[in-house]
């Protein structure tokens, strides 16, 4: 096994507080496929990212959950990338992941290191009936409860994701789900989460993402949901003039998370967001 350094941090935290817990592994090369899964699974967070080499621009970076690995992970891509910017200083890196190379940028804002991400380019896709239909009946949701001018809809930066939008705000704060039901949905539908949003106004999001798939009922910060919401705002063209929203997430968790995401005219989606230690 190759030796390596594990960090734990949190990841878009809103201030002090919140954000969503992941591993950063870095070592001189990849353990082996077996040995990640162990200390993903002994970590306990829902992602961890492993990245090699020790130092350098170019990185190979893997996400593992606890239960298998996954293609893409917004959140331990930033805290990956604090991570690297605490060792190396600031500047910009290209990670290598399965999904294709995502720049990652790690930048000291107010004494604290920050770090941002730019997607792969996002898709979506309208969801199908059926499909929208079985989410909201697991949801215990009704379509009239639903903000039609943000349809429903699957969207891609990375990870496929059911992008759900509500009417308001006491909707999206009823989360209360069949959990093996809308896990075995999700795998096979191969969403990674559930996105629901409620826009509160044309900059601002608040967001709760169901993530059975990867064992727990709720994330409290999701960058590749962010990062294909973004796209799919753009491409559908809804963005309501605002190239640049945030996303509030994991508040009715207790663990507040800040989200911001630039939405260029066209290429990636750029996400930024802080990561702090977790004792």
């Keep these: 096994m190759s030796e390596g350094l594990l960090f734990r941090l ?3 935290p809103d201030g002090d507080q919140g954000g969503n817990p992941a ?37 190979i970076v893997r996400y593992y959950s606890p ?3 996954v293609s893409f992970c917004g959140h331990a891509t930033i805290a990956a990338a604090v991570v690297i910017g605490r060792r190396e200083g600031e500047g910009r890196y290209r990670f290598s992941t ?15 290191f920050e770090a941002a991400l730019v997607s792969v380019e996002p898709r979506h896709e309208v969801a199908p009936a059926a499909l929208l239909e079985e989410a909201l009946s697991l949801l215990g949701w009704r ?10 809809v699957k969207a891609y930066a990375g990870a496929w994701h059911l992008v759900i939008a509500a009417g308001s705000d006491q909707r999206l704060a009823s989360l209360d789900y069949d959990f093996a039901a809308m896990k075995a949905m999700m795998l096979r539908e191969n969403l990674t989460t559930l996105q ?3 826009r509160e106004r044309a900059d601002l999001f608040h967001s709760r993402n169901p993530f059975p798939v990867g064992g727990v009922v709720e994330d409290p910060a999701t960058g590749a949901a962010a ?19 945030e996303i509030r997430q994991g508040e009715a968790m ?3 998370s800040r989200l911001i995401v630039d939405i260029p005219a066209s290429g990636g989606i750029r996400v930024t967001g802080s990561a702090i230690d977790i004792s």
Excluded: C, K, N
């Design 196 to 198: 629901l949003v409620w």
């Design 98 to 112: 399965m999904v294709g190379e995502v720049d990652a940028e790690a930048a000291q804002e107010s004494g604290r």
């Design 143 to 152: 379509q009239e409860e639903l903000d039609t001018r943000i349809p429903a």
């Design 254 to 256: 207790g663990r507040p």
């Design 67 to 69: 239960q298998a690995e």
């Design 10 to 12: 949190a990841a878009f």
């Design 227 to 245: 990062a294909a919401l973004g796209g799919y705002l753009r491409d559908a063209g809804l963005l309501q003039g605002s190239r640049r929203i």
């Design 23 to 59: 591993g950063v592994w870095i070592g001189p090369e990849l353990p082996d496929a077996a040995t990640m899964q162990r200390i993903a699974t002994e970590v306990g967070y829902s992602e961890t990212a492993f990245v090699a080499p020790e130092s350098g621009h170019q990185r």
